[in-house]
């Protein structure tokens, strides 16, 4: 029954996806610029290389605003998941589901979504410079 009502908007189901992930990753890895010293400790101390933390927060800022933006949206789900997978089998493994990697499982399932389907055809940049994305 609500398929028929919701049927003309079912193009913006990708939207709030896109806005909450793209916006979440851009907002963790601006915390990790602003707080760089700290960053690059935690970091160290986990046994990261030097260098680490800032292409982290660099990623998360770039692909955040990708996914966002709907520019090469499949690109950037697909290396995000790589970095919640690392972040999950190197940190927050060990801490279990709830309070360690819940929320990156919530976040994967969204990336994922986005990589199998791509970004949409709203509010998405990709579409307007290139036919590949759907």
Do not use: C
């Not at 990697?101 to 990589?115: H, K, N, Q, T």
């Amino acid at each position: 029954m609500l398929s028929k009502y919701l049927e003309p908007y079912k193009q913006w189901g990708k939207v709030p996806l896109r806005l909450v992930l793209g916006g979440g990753f851009v907002a963790h890895g601006l915390v990790k610029f602003m707080s760089l010293a700290a960053t690059v400790g935690f970091f160290a101390g986990m046994g990261f290389p030097a260098g680490t933390a800032q292409f982290v927060a660099a990623v998360e800022v770039l692909g955040g605003a990708m996914l966002v933006l709907g520019l090469f949206t499949r690109w950037a789900a697909a290396v995000l998941t790589v970095l919640l997978l690392v972040a999950i089998a190197k940190v927050k493994g060990a801490m279990g589901w709830m309070g360690g990697w819940e929320l990156d499982a919530v976040y994967i399932a969204g990336l994922l979504s986005l990589l199998v389907t791509g970004g949409g055809k709203v509010w998405n940049l990709e579409r307007h410079l290139t036919s590949n994305e759907r």
